[in-house]
């Protein structure tokens, strides 16, 4: 019997250099196409321009004391600013904390502290959230929060303003000093019980994620990439904007939430050609009344990943984004770790979450025993490579509990492999049931779980 180990593809080698590094070298080859459209807000910014707001960021928080390993966050929506953000830190070093715009009072107090964030941008106010008011009531008693820059009001010109007059060599130096596999990036997860855990990413980790999914897509510096998926998620900055910027394509931001309407409309004005959707957007896009007066012909590839989604919406997805590509991942994970191909059948996208990423391995093991169990037969899915975290920020015990001595991080979903190496999602270890003394798992009860149904998006671990 063949046992369930597989590993993607280790032609193509990975990327062995920082984020900033490479965002320059996107630069000086596609400097004058578009980096970055958002279509609320009507700007448009060449990878020139962008490189621009993002040496004069970076160079503003090294004036302003920001260093290497620092925690900077960031507290907002879709926007030009949170790419420039993105970029900035990573130039300079600083560990970028993505927080949830939805979190609350006490929940952004707790991301405050438990990273320790020194900088934190911010919206002034979305919609019916008083960001500036919740910070009001926990900055005083945030000591480690030093700054707070709003996109919304002139302290943020006025910080790139200081930075314009900052050298450039400033950036240089300290960039030249950064390695691959220096943390860059918290993503608190969702976890169902409890504070939420913030696992602790490297470049290495992220920039070569967002680049495989992107050479998995098949991209190129003509491609658009429409990004209603929240950047605050590894689904939006790392398949993303990553996967964007390492291909010279251009990231289309259709609102700074989403909405079906809106994100239709700018795939059709800005003639992408991939879209990014958990199954819901998609649904709900397809529900739109005038769906069928929009020009979605341009539109080539996609991601959708995450919740419920029926074969038979699948197959109406596929007719208006013919090579629409399932992933599965976590945070921890980077967050991809399968994919389907584009040249994958409907079966294989709506029945099976693909084949291992690009140098990533996959096993499937008893969950009792450890010892891996044959293709066909389901147990605990299980991911070793670039892709895995450093661990959990400040939390060492629950780093050991997610990844083992052999650096195997242990998903908790059950999961079965074929012969080809595609893998399907059974179940979660979570919904085992004792039963005279054997365990009965979900699809022994006859509730297999189809992939597309699982819970958990790209980027979530825990949440479903």
């Known amino acids: 019997m063949t046992p369930s180990v597989t590993t993607g593809a280790t032609d193509q080698p990975l990327l062995d250099m920082t984020i900033g590094d490479n965002f ?10 578009e980096a970055i459209v958002d279509v609320s807000s009507a700007r448009r910014l060449t990878y020139d321009q962008l490189h621009l707001e993002v040496d004069s960021l970076a160079k503003a928080l090294i004036n302003d004391g920001v260093g290497v390993g620092d ?15 993105q970029f900035a830190t990573a130039k300079v070093g600083a560990i970028l904390v993505s927080v949830n715009p939805a979190y609350r009072e006490h929940e952004v107090e707790y991301v405050l502290h438990q990273s320790g964030i020194r900088m934190l941008f911010a919206h002034r106010v979305f919609r019916s959230s008083d960001y500036a008011g919740m910070l009001d009531a926990v900055g005083p008693r945030c000591a480690q929060l ?14 790139l303003a200081r930075g314009r007059q900052v050298a450039d060599h400033v950036v240089a130096e300290v960039q030249a000093s950064l390695s691959p596999n220096d943390p860059i990036n918290i993503q608190y997860t969702s976890g169902t019980t409890g504070f939420p855990k913030g696992a602790t990413l490297s470049h290495r980790n992220i920039l070569n994620n967002g680049f495989f999914v992107g050479e998995l897509l098949g991209y190129t510096p003509d491609d658009r990439i429409c990004v209603p998926a929240p950047f605050y998620h590894c689904f939006g900055m790392v398949m993303g904007n990553l996967g964007a910027s390492s291909h010279g394509s251009c990231v289309v931001i259709p609102s700074p939430t989403f909405d079906p309407d809106l994100t239709l409309r700018a795939c059709a004005e800005e003639r992408c050609t991939s879209l990014y959707s958990v199954p819901t957007m998609f649904i709900r896009m397809l529900n739109v009344d005038d769906f069928a007066g929009y020009d979605l012909t341009s539109l080539r590839t996609g991601v959708m990943a995450g919740s419920p989604c029926p074969v038979e919406v699948m197959k109406k997805v596929t007719q208006w984004v013919p090579e629409v590509a399932i992933a599965y991942g976590m945070t921890e994970t980077s967050p991809a770790s399968l994919q389907t191909r584009p040249d994958d059948s409907i079966d294989r996208r709506v029945s099976t979450l693909g084949r291992a990423h690009p140098h990533v391995e996959i096993t499937i093991v008893d969950p009792d025993s450890g010892a891996v169990v044959p293709r066909g037969q389901s147990g605990e899915l299980c991911v070793r490579g670039y892709l895995v975290m450093l661990g959990y920020w400040n939390q060492p015990e629950k780093t050991a509990e997610a990844i083992d001595a052999d650096g195997w991080i242990h998903t908790g979903d059950l999961a079965a492999m074929d012969d080809d190496g595609y893998v399907s999602i059974t179940g979660r270890i979570k919904d085992v049931v004792l039963r005279g003394g054997e365990n009965i798992y979900p699809r022994d009860r006859g509730v297999p779980v189809h992939p597309s149904r ?10 479903g």
Do not use: K, M
């Open 71 to 85: 925690r900077v966050g960031i507290w907002a929506v879709n926007c030009v600013e949170w790419v420039v953000v």
């Open 146 to 159: 030093e700054h707070i820059v709003y996109f919304d009001d002139e302290s943020w010109d006025r910080l």
């Open 454 to 463: 699982h819970p958990r998006r790209p980027g979530d671990r825990g949440s």
């Open 24 to 33: 320059d070298q996107t630069v000086s080859q596609f400097g004058a196409r």
